[in-house]
T-cell receptor
Framework: RKEVEQDPGPFNVPEGATVAFNCTYS??????FFWYRQDCRKEPKLLMS???SGNEDGRFTAQLNRASQYISLLIRDSKLSDSATYLC?????????????FGSGTRLQVQP | NAGVTQTPKFQVLKTGQSMTLQCAQD?????MSWYRQDPGMGLRLIHY???????DQGEVPNGYNVSRSTTEDFPLRLLSAAPSQTSVYFC?????????????FGPGTRLLVL
C-alpha cells in the first residue's frame, strides 16, 4: 500500500466550477501536511500547508482529518490557470521524521 | 536570490557511466534533499542532509552517493548509471519557520540512461 494515496484523475472541470481532491495517508504518526502544485515539466511549488483546524487561502481550502487519516483540497471558482497536478505531501512518515513523502498527484484540467 | 539551481538541465548517459548532478542554494537553508520523479510514482526521496557534513539515506538511495561539504552545495553522484535511473531529478532546500515549512525545488535535471 502506498504511504500517500491520491486519485490520479484527470479531473476535467469548467471554469468557475468547484472541485475537491482527497488524499489518504497510512502512517498515523505523520506530523505535517501540505499541498504542492506542479505544472507540466516544472518543479513542485508549495500551495499551502494543512492545519488541524483547516485553513483557507483565497479560493483554496485545505482540511485535515487525523482520525480518518485524510487530507482534502477544495478549489472554488476554478480558473484556467489552476490547471496543474496537485501533490499531497506528508512529513514524518516511514522515511523518517524529517522527510517528506509525496503522493503521485491529482491532475486538474480546467476548461473554458 | 537565485533560489535553488541545478545543472545540467538534460543529460544522456550510457549504462555504466558515472556523473554528478549539481545542486546549489543561496538561501542559507540547512536542510537539503534529492528526489527522483517517475511517471505514476510521485517524488521519492533519494538522500537528504540536515546540515554541512551530515547526510542520510532516503527511500531509494541505492546507486547514488551524496556529500555536503558546504551549506550551499549538495551534489548527487551516480556511480554506475543504469537504465532504471532514467528519471527527473529534483533538488530541494527547506525553510523551517515557527509556523511554516516550505520546500524550494530546483528546476530539475532530466536524465536518460541508454
Amino acid at each position: 500500500r502506498k504511504e500517500v494515496e491520491q486519485d490520479p484523475g484527470p479531473f476535467n472541470v469548467p471554469e468557475g466550477a468547484t472541485v475537491a481532491f482527497n488524499c489518504t495517508y497510512s502512517n498515523s504518526a505523520s506530523q505535517s501536511f501540505f499541498w504542492y502544485r506542479q505544472d507540466c515539466r516544472k518543479e513542485p511549488k508549495l500551495l499551502m500547508s494543512v492545519y488541524s483546524s483547516g485553513n483557507e487561502d483565497g479560493r483554496f481550502t485545505a482540511q485535515l482529518n487525523r482520525a480518518s487519516q485524510y487530507i482534502s483540497l477544495l478549489i472554488r471558482d476554478s480558473k484556467l490557470s489552476d490547471s496543474a497536478t496537485y501533490l499531497c505531501v506528508v512529513r514524518g512518515g516511514d522515511t523518517g521524521r524529517r522527510a517528506l513523502t509525496f503522493g503521485s498527484g491529482t491532475r486538474l484540467q480546467v476548461q473554458p | 536570490n537565485a533560489g535553488v539551481t541545478q545543472t545540467p538541465k538534460f543529460q544522456v548517459l550510457k549504462t555504466g557511466q558515472s556523473m554528478t548532478l549539481q545542486c546549489a542554494q543561496d538561501m542559507n537553508h540547512e536542510y537539503m534533499s534529492w528526489y527522483r520523479q517517475d511517471p505514476g510514482m510521485g517524488l521519492r526521496l533519494i538522500h537528504y542532509s540536515v546540515g554541512a557534513g551530515i547526510t542520510d539515506q532516503g527511500e531509494v538511495p541505492n546507486g547514488y552517493n551524496v556529500s555536503r561539504s558546504t551549506t550551499e552545495d549538495f551534489p548527487l553522484r551516480l556511480l554506475s548509471a543504469a537504465p532504471s535511473q532514467t528519471s527527473v531529478y529534483f533538488c530541494a532546500s527547506t525553510l523551517r519557520g515557527m509556523y511554516q515549512e516550505t520546500q524550494y525545488f530546483g528546476p530539475g535535471t532530466r536524465l536518460l540512461v541508454l
